[in-house]
């Protein structure tokens, strides 16, 4: 904490020295060829180019991407992993999937749908590569408009001042700046000593690619990458299989992720828990055979796949930055680069922020946050730092995950069993009751202090649209929550997010937590 | 809509001094040795009105025999049983009154069936997304005979499970209809047998307005939202007449599921007493979903033919003063709803007798405290006419026992920031003022408006399109943000959250700090500018 003090103050010092306040909205690029060289076009990388033009400043954006080790996609435009790889077709492959179950529900809301339904892979692609690129042009375009200049070049560090972009072709310039951005993300990373792993499997990079569905999938993994992939895979009617290692969702809520996993399978997603995979071979008839560990009994097991998707975490993007030529420093484990508070490295002039940052949350709307504070202090327009607590998220998985604040776990551990208190209720969404589906994972959960106002620390929500569910109660978490103020509020009925406020069951209590009645 | 309720007179609680000392001695107590009096008591005289020789008394004698609780709630609905649970928990001994089913409008003809009704008509959407999503659905076919089984099945567990929680709670339930006797102390009569309590709580409802006869040739051919929940097959060609919410749900609810539908509204938009933005844009989409509307218009007169109900209509354009009034007919309509409005449910009550006061529609006037103008007895809910909303009755109800049954004398509900959504195609969320009341209490430079609108990710991949549009009202320097709106996929999940921040007071500037959900439509609400 110290640190973060020191840092916070030393930030300071540092502005005072070398910043004397500068006329708004004037390039100081001077000697540089430009203010700022963003190495990165994804969402903190465009984030920040954009916020810094807007207070014209001279940007650049460098964003190149390297094909998959599958070479499922060659290349992919602009917007990082996010619109790419990440949220944005994640999530409408997830709309998809829940389609599956819509179906199912519609029937006993009167639909007489004629069997059997097919889902059509190719289909659904084609509108979320559309809608990928759609973005990615639209990306382009308000570059242009910000008059942020776009390079199509794979950027790497010649000195704190000093860019080398490579094209494709191998063609290379140089680009001076006053202050360099590395937001160079991450990449899905491949397991070492498995054998055929790298050969035979694919990462989440191609499956958001694939031409063919993916078929019969092992997916290995139990981050919410994982989930969710394997989520979707089984509501679009694949034979889906996760293999765990030790345990699902790790630093979220452990019921919660308790809860999502008990979803999953009931909705059909098979489990195999507490296995490793051992190797995959490619059998004659183009048929994955994976051989796996339990680790639990010893056993060795075996089974084949048409896909193996390897969620098993992701690497930030350094090497090709010639980062240790400059001294930035890295975490030896993570190889992420280690920021101070206001996103600076160990080098002057040189920032780095969303993914590729040690210890930062690997979400597109803190990187975005982050990217836009960063250029307003670039370009003396403030002093604010990016508040890297309260931060919101949720899991797209078949049973969608929302949280914000504490896991019980962690808030028991920072004010002790004894100082907190659980309000917490199961309840039955009413879209459920019609369509005669099983609720048991429907989950709410509100950990505050016991004591004094009882201020909220955590909250956490399992049901449908807990992403929608969450963002207004993340604001009320911003804003110091109290279990009163969720108490006090009028509810909406019949809404699941009316479940939230209506909490009144501690843990403590022992009482059944089940929800009856309005 | 909203602020209305906030300016309610402040009226100071008229809590009589007794009322206090037993609440008080209540809790010292904790009920038990009291409650067994009264439960004993409460069992004998149970006992006696078995005998049938109590019916013929004279009705001074059977006053005083009158079969006596702490607290006696008049109507099973929302208001009434939380009202009731909650002072039956508190030791209270608890009676409920009610002539219909439990459970009342919300569970009946109300919030349940109605979402319901509106979850199968989002499938109807969703089945039309179907092939953009990858899914080959081929041939559907909608059967309203199985949907309308399902629910009533689903509604009757509720009336069950409403039964078996007043049952657990020791809850006496009186089936009935409830009139207050010329007794001097409050007593209530039911089918006979007298009942009194130094707490009675009329939670009554309301109901569907209707128009008469002499209002309207033929007014009566057509039914009300509580004849929609009763239709047995899906109307082919429907014509509703009302603004407001319920006629916007029947009509968005009807028009999806495939019935022709034809709304007919007196003015030139739906939602008139909601933001201006979120009433033009219902209006307009409405129209998209391909809902026949009716501006300018009103029903002159309706008649049954061999074909079905003939709706004639009469339109005039009041901008245009040189227009003719222009008389339509819409043929061979097999459901006339009328959705406009809703009034007390009080008739046969007797409360005039009570020196109970009412406004000129019949609502009970309540204080802040839900005190009527006659001491011991109480309102909440629907029958007082002021946010007529399920939450907001069961709030009432429980914060009535709280003040009644612990000694909390200050509890009471706080009507502000009351939040609201109409499920309407797509949904709508508000809380707080609209732009033309902060307007019009704040003052138009103190006033700043945020608005966004786009097309939700959901609609990336789909042919068939909506509009996601939210608008923030701010006042001040400090840019409070007094006023929420919202129309579009997911926004009657999204608003409840936003409700406890914009109740505990944010700021623009605390929607800024809050970091976005991505991806999600409510995430907009935080990246405004």
Same mark, same amino acid.
């Given at each position: 904490?110290?640190?973060?003090?020191?840092?916070?103050?030393?930030?300071?010092?540092?502005?005072?020295?070398?910043?004397?306040?500068?006329?708004?909205?004037?390039?100081?690029? &001077?000697?540089?060829?430009?203010?700022? @060289? @963003?190495?990165?076009? #994804?969402?903190?990388?465009?984030?920040?180019?954009?916020?810094?033009?807007?207070?014209?400043?001279?940007?650049?954006?460098?964003?190149?991407?390297?094909?998959?080790?599958? &070479?499922?996609?060659?290349?992919? /435009?602009?917007?990082?992993?996010?619109?790419?790889?990440?949220?944005?077709?994640?999530?409408?492959?997830?709309?998809?999937?829940?389609?599956?179950?819509?179906?199912?529900?519609?029937?006993?809301?009167?639909?007489?749908?004629?069997?059997?339904?097919?889902?059509?892979?190719?289909?659904?692609?084609?509108?979320?590569?559309?809608?990928?690129?759609?973005?990615?042009?639209?990306?382009?375009?308000?570059?242009?408009?910000?008059?942020?200049?776009?390079?199509?070049?794979? /950027?790497?560090?010649?000195?704190?001042?000093?860019?080398?972009?490579?094209?494709?072709?191998?063609?290379?310039?140089?680009?001076?700046?006053?202050?360099?951005?590395?937001?160079? /993300?991450?990449?899905?990373?491949?397991?070492?000593?498995?054998?055929?792993?790298?050969?035979?499997?694919?990462?989440?990079?191609?499956?958001?690619?694939?031409?063919?569905?993916?078929?019969?999938?092992?997916?290995?993994?139990?981050?919410?990458?994982?989930?969710?992939?394997? /989520?979707?895979?089984?509501?679009?009617?694949?034979?889906?299989?996760?293999?765990?290692?030790?345990?699902?969702?790790?630093?979220?809520?452990?019921?919660?992720?308790?809860?999502?996993?008990?979803?999953?399978?009931?909705?059909?997603?098979?489990?195999?828990?507490?296995?490793?995979?051992?190797?995959?071979?490619?059998?004659? *008839?183009?048929?994955?055979? @994976?051989?796996?560990?339990?680790?639990?009994?010893?056993?060795?097991?075996?089974?084949?796949?048409?896909?193996?998707?390897?969620?098993?975490?992701?690497?930030?993007?350094?090497?090709?930055? &010639?980062?240790?030529? %400059?001294?930035?420093?890295?975490?030896?484990?993570?190889?992420?680069?280690?920021?101070?508070?206001?996103?600076?490295?160990?080098?002057?002039?040189?920032?780095? %922020?969303?993914?590729?940052?040690?210890?930062?949350?690997?979400?597109?709307?803190?990187?975005?946050?982050?990217?836009?504070?960063?250029?307003?202090?670039?370009?003396?327009?403030?002093?604010?730092?990016?508040?890297?607590?309260?931060?919101?998220?949720?899991?797209?998985?078949?049973?969608?995950?929302?949280? @914000?604040?504490?896991?019980?776990?962690?808030?028991?551990?920072?004010?002790?069993?004894?100082?907190?208190?659980?309000?917490?209720?199961?309840?039955?969404?009413?879209?459920?009751?019609?369509?005669?589906?099983?609720?048991?994972?429907?989950?709410?959960?509100?950990?505050?202090?016991?004591?004094?106002?009882?201020?909220?620390? #955590?909250?956490?929500?399992?049901?449908?649209?807990?992403?929608?569910?969450?963002?207004?109660?993340?604001?009320?978490?911003?804003?110091?929550?109290?279990?009163?103020?969720? *108490?006090?509020?009028?509810?909406?009925?019949?809404?699941?997010?009316?479940?939230?406020?209506?909490?009144?069951?501690?843990?403590?209590?022992?009482?059944?937590?089940?929800?009856?009645?309005? | 809509?909203?602020?209305?309720?906030?300016?309610?007179?402040?009226?100071?609680?008229?809590?009589?001094?007794?009322?206090?000392?037993?609440?008080?001695?209540?809790?010292?107590?904790?009920?038990?040795?009291?409650?067994?009096?009264?439960?004993?008591?409460?069992?004998?005289?149970?006992?006696?009105?078995?005998?049938?020789?109590?019916?013929?008394?004279?009705?001074?004698?059977?006053?005083?025999?009158?079969?006596?609780?702490?607290?006696?709630?008049?109507?099973?609905?929302?208001?009434?049983?939380?009202?009731?649970?909650? $002072?039956?928990?508190?030791?209270?001994?608890?009676?409920?009154?009610?002539?219909?089913?439990?459970?009342?409008?919300?569970?009946?003809?109300?919030?349940?069936?109605?979402?319901?009704?509106?979850?199968?008509?989002?499938?109807?959407?969703?089945?039309?997304?179907?092939?953009?999503?990858?899914?080959?659905?081929?041939?559907?076919?909608?059967?309203?005979?199985?949907?309308?089984?399902?629910?009533?099945?689903?509604?009757?567990?509720?009336?069950?499970?409403?039964?078996?929680?007043?049952?657990?709670?020791?809850?006496?339930?009186?089936?009935?209809?409830?009139?207050?006797?010329?007794?001097?102390?409050?007593?209530?009569?039911?089918?006979?047998?007298?009942?009194?309590?130094?707490?009675?709580?009329?939670?009554?409802?309301?109901?569907?307005?209707?128009?008469?006869?002499?209002?309207?040739?033929?007014?009566?051919?057509?039914?009300? =939202?509580?004849?929609?929940?009763?239709?047995?097959?899906?109307?082919?060609?429907?014509?509703?007449?009302?603004?407001?919410?319920?006629?916007?749900?029947?009509?968005?609810?009807?028009?999806?599921?495939?019935?022709?539908?034809?709304?007919?509204?007196?003015?030139?938009?739906?939602?008139?007493?909601?933001?201006?933005?979120?009433?033009?844009?219902?209006?307009?989409?409405?129209?998209?979903?391909?809902?026949?509307?009716?501006?300018?218009?009103?029903?002159? =007169?309706?008649?049954?033919?061999?074909?079905?109900?003939?709706?004639?209509?009469?339109?005039?354009?009041?901008?245009?003063?040189?227009?003719?009034?222009?008389?339509?007919?819409?043929?061979?309509?097999?459901?006339?709803?009328?959705?406009?409005?809703?009034?007390?449910?009080?008739?046969?009550?007797?409360?005039?007798?009570?020196?109970?006061?009412?406004?000129?529609?019949?609502?009970?006037?309540?204080?802040?405290?839900?005190?009527?103008?006659?001491?011991?007895?109480?309102?909440?809910?629907?029958?007082?006419?002021?946010?007529?909303?399920?939450?907001?009755?069961? $709030?009432?109800?429980?914060?009535?026992?709280?003040?009644?049954?612990?000694?909390?004398?200050?509890?009471?509900?706080?009507?502000?920031?009351?939040?609201?959504?109409?499920?309407?195609?797509?949904?709508?969320?508000?809380?707080?003022?609209?732009?033309?009341?902060?307007?019009?209490?704040?003052?138009?430079?103190?006033?700043?408006?945020?608005?966004?609108?786009?097309?939700?990710?959901?609609?990336?991949?789909?042919?068939?399109?909506?509009?996601?549009?939210?608008?923030?009202?701010?006042?001040?320097?400090?840019?409070?943000?007094?006023?929420?709106?919202?129309?579009?996929?997911?926004?009657?999940?999204?608003?409840?959250?936003? =409700?406890?921040?914009?109740?505990?007071?944010?700021?623009?500037?605390?929607?800024?700090?809050?970091?976005?959900?991505?991806?999600?439509?409510?995430?907009?609400?935080?990246?405004?500018?």
């Amino acid at each position: 904490r110290l640190l973060v003090v020191a840092s916070f103050f030393l930030s300071f010092f540092f502005w005072g020295v070398c910043y004397s306040p500068p006329p708004l909205c004037i390039s100081r690029a &001077g000697k540089y060829d430009y203010d700022l @060289v @963003v190495i990165g076009g #994804g969402s903190g990388g465009l984030a920040c180019s954009k916020e810094a033009a807007q207070f014209g400043q001279k940007v650049a954006v460098l964003d190149y991407v390297d094909p998959t080790v599958k &070479g499922k996609i060659k290349i992919w /435009g602009l917007g990082g992993t996010c619109v790419n790889v990440g949220c944005i077709p994640k999530k409408l492959i997830h709309q998809a999937a829940l389609f599956g179950t819509a179906l199912k529900d519609a029937k006993k809301y009167g639909w007489q749908i004629s069997e059997p339904v097919c889902h059509d892979w190719a289909t659904m692609m084609e509108g979320v590569q559309n809608h990928v690129r759609s973005l990615n042009w639209g990306h382009r375009v308000q570059l242009q408009d910000k008059k942020v200049k776009y390079l199509n070049f794979k /950027g790497s560090l010649v000195d704190e001042h000093t860019v080398k972009g490579l094209t494709k072709a191998g063609k290379e310039t140089i680009l001076t700046a006053k202050n360099i951005v590395i937001v160079t /993300g991450g990449r899905p990373k491949y397991p070492t000593n498995i054998p055929g792993a790298v050969e035979h499997g694919i990462t989440s990079d191609d499956m958001f690619w694939l031409k063919k569905s993916p078929g019969k999938t092992l997916v290995v993994g139990a981050s919410y990458v994982a989930l969710e992939c394997a /989520g979707f895979l089984t509501g679009i009617g694949l034979d889906t299989t996760v293999m765990v290692r030790s345990i699902a969702l790790r630093g979220f809520d452990q019921q919660m992720a308790g809860l999502v996993t008990d979803y999953m399978e009931t909705y059909g997603t098979k489990f195999a828990w507490k296995c490793v995979p051992k190797r995959v071979d490619k059998l004659s *008839s183009g048929a994955l055979q @994976v051989t796996w560990t339990d680790t639990q009994t010893g056993g060795e097991h075996q089974d084949t796949y048409d896909s193996v998707l390897w969620a098993v975490g992701r690497a930030p993007e350094t090497k090709a930055l &010639g980062l240790d030529k %400059l001294g930035v420093k890295l975490n030896q484990e993570t190889g992420k680069i280690v920021l101070a508070t206001d996103e600076s490295t160990s080098v002057p002039n040189i920032y780095a %922020l969303g993914d590729i940052g040690e210890g930062r949350p690997e979400l597109t709307p803190t990187a975005i946050k982050a990217g836009k504070l960063l250029a307003r202090r670039l370009a003396g327009q403030s002093a604010e730092l990016m508040n890297y607590d309260n931060v919101p998220t949720t899991v797209f998985t078949p049973l969608e995950y929302g949280c @914000v604040g504490l896991s019980e776990e962690e808030a028991e551990k920072r004010h002790g069993k004894d100082n907190i208190e659980v309000y917490h209720a199961f309840y039955k969404p009413l879209e459920f009751t019609v369509a005669e589906r099983d609720a048991s994972q429907c989950y709410i959960k509100v950990v505050c202090k016991r004591f004094g106002d009882q201020t909220i620390l #955590g909250l956490h929500f399992t049901g449908p649209n807990a992403g929608e569910v969450m963002q207004g109660f993340a604001m009320g978490f911003q804003c110091g929550a109290t279990y009163s103020h969720l *108490s006090q509020t009028v509810g909406i009925h019949p809404t699941c997010a009316e479940e939230v406020v209506k909490v009144n069951i501690t843990k403590h209590s022992g009482l059944d937590a089940t929800v009856t009645g309005c | 809509m909203l602020c209305r309720v906030c300016r309610r007179l402040p009226a100071p609680a008229v809590t009589l001094p007794s009322f206090l000392v037993m609440a008080v001695f209540t809790q010292l107590t904790r009920m038990r040795p009291w409650r067994w009096f009264i439960c004993r008591k409460q069992f004998l005289s149970s006992f006696g009105r078995h005998g049938s020789i109590r019916r013929n008394m004279a009705s001074d004698r059977a006053a005083s025999q009158a079969t006596r609780f702490d607290f006696l709630v008049i109507g099973g609905g929302s208001g009434g049983l939380a009202g009731a649970r909650r $002072a039956s928990e508190l030791g209270a001994a608890t009676a409920v009154i009610e002539s219909h089913k439990l459970g009342g409008t919300c569970v009946n003809v109300g919030c349940v069936p109605k979402k319901v009704m509106w979850n199968a008509a989002v499938h109807a959407e969703y089945l039309h997304d179907h092939s953009d999503y990858g899914f080959d659905t081929g041939n559907v076919r909608f059967s309203w005979e199985t949907l309308k089984a399902k629910r009533d099945a689903y509604v009757s567990h509720l009336n069950r499970i409403y039964r078996n929680n007043l049952d657990k709670a020791k809850i006496q339930t009186i089936q009935g209809h409830a009139r207050f006797t010329n007794d001097p102390e409050p007593t209530v009569e039911v089918d006979g047998r007298k009942y009194t309590a130094p707490h009675i709580l009329i939670a009554t409802g309301g109901l569907p307005s209707v128009l008469s006869d002499a209002e309207i040739p033929g007014a009566n051919l057509g039914i009300t =939202s509580d004849g929609f929940f009763e239709l047995e097959t899906l109307p082919k060609r429907t014509v509703i007449v009302g603004a407001g919410y319920i006629a916007v749900e029947m009509a968005g609810i009807l028009s999806t599921l495939g019935s022709k539908t034809s709304l007919i509204i007196r003015q030139t938009g739906v939602l008139r007493n909601f933001d201006s933005l979120i009433s033009a844009n219902c209006t307009k989409e409405l129209q998209n979903t391909g809902i026949d509307l009716w501006k300018n218009s009103q029903v002159k =007169s309706v008649c049954k033919s061999e074909k079905g109900l003939e709706v004639t209509i009469v339109t005039k354009d009041p901008e245009k003063k040189n227009d003719e009034e222009k008389t339509s007919t819409i043929q061979e309509v097999d459901c006339l709803l009328w959705a406009i409005g809703r009034q007390p449910n009080i008739s046969g009550l007797n409360i005039g007798a009570m020196g109970v006061d009412t406004d000129e529609r019949g609502h009970i006037i309540v204080d802040e405290f839900q005190n009527t103008s006659r001491p011991g007895i109480y309102a909440v809910g629907d029958v007082c006419g002021k946010a007529l909303l399920t939450p907001v009755a069961i $709030a009432a109800g429980r914060k009535l026992a709280h003040r009644l049954f612990e000694g909390k004398k200050d509890s009471k509900l706080d009507y502000s920031c009351i939040p609201t959504v109409v499920f309407s195609h797509p949904p709508i969320g508000t809380v707080g003022l609209t732009e033309e009341e902060a307007i019009k209490s704040r003052g138009k430079e103190n006033v700043k408006i945020y608005k966004t609108s786009f097309t939700p990710m959901y609609h990336a991949i789909t042919s068939r399109k909506s509009q996601c549009i939210m608008k923030l009202v701010c006042v001040g320097k400090e840019e409070k943000v007094v006023g929420l709106h919202m129309q579009g996929l997911g926004c009657d999940e999204m608003l409840q959250g936003f =409700s406890v921040a914009i109740k505990m007071g944010a700021t623009k500037a605390d929607f800024d700090k809050t970091i976005a959900i991505h991806p999600t439509s409510s995430e907009e609400f935080v990246t405004m500018r």
